[in-house]
């Protein structure tokens, strides 16, 4: 009887197993697809054409398309963070971990981590004048960035690192800026980092 259970035990943990790679897989075929044509583009059917992976199998996996567009928001937000916002937390507080995180966004956007470049870019404006969990989902992930930025920014301000400025309209000029360089980063504008730099450079302004 033991030996029965452990057998069953050890089926299950393969197939567990087996359904997570398959997840993963799924889920990072998905992302690019997101980052090229937008989370609409993703299908079950495209995916099981680009992973070889049966189509039901994937349905089973994610039972809706939000469900997989969910998922797939999910994902993305997990490598940004740990391609961006994790690399960046090895510098100080403030002014150094701002300038750091820029550079672990023009990595991932050059790079780029995503073969169509930067996931919200591609997303935002696709869901911007839409309502429900997939528009509520990327709204979130927006945020949760633009408020670390915004984080930094009072935190140098707050130790005398730079002058004092509208904290929410310099958010608002960054992340302008790096939807900007994204696009010239994809037309194959590579100018567009060292205006950035200096661009940011330019809020950085020491107190008098």
């Known amino acids: 009887m033991g030996s029965a259970t452990a057998d069953v035990a050890d089926v299950t943990d393969k197939r567990l197993l087996r359904g997570a790679r398959t997840r993963k897989t799924v889920l990072k075929r998905a992302v690019d697809i997101a980052s090229l044509d937008g989370l609409e583009g993703v299908s079950f059917g495209r995916l099981a054409t680009d992973t070889g992976h049966s189509k039901a199998g994937i349905q089973t996996l994610f039972k809706t398309k939000e469900a997989l567009q ?4 999910d994902f993305a937000r997990e490598m ?7 690399p ?10 701002l300038r750091a995180l820029l550079d ?8 780029p981590l995503f073969a169509g470049g930067c996931f919200r870019a591609a997303n935002l404006a696709e869901f911007d004048d839409k309502t429900g969990p997939v528009h509520d989902a990327l709204f979130r992930d927006q945020q949760e960035w633009l408020e670390v930025i915004a984080g930094e920014l009072r935190h140098a301000i707050a130790n005398g690192e730079i002058a004092e ?4 309209l310099a958010v608002f000029q960054i992340d302008a800026l790096l939807c900007a360089a994204n696009t010239a980063l994809r037309l194959g504008d590579d100018s567009a980092v060292s205006k950035v730099r200096r661009i940011v450079e330019g809020l950085l302004t020491a107190p008098q």
């Open 70 to 73: 969910l998922a797939v928001i």
């Open 80 to 86: 940004f963070i740990d391609n961006v916002v994790r």
């Open 88 to 97: 960046a937390r090895s510098a100080p507080r403030g002014v150094a971990r």
């Open 104 to 111: 672990e966004w023009i990595v991932y956007a050059s790079t």
């Open 165 to 168: 400025l509208d904290v929410e």
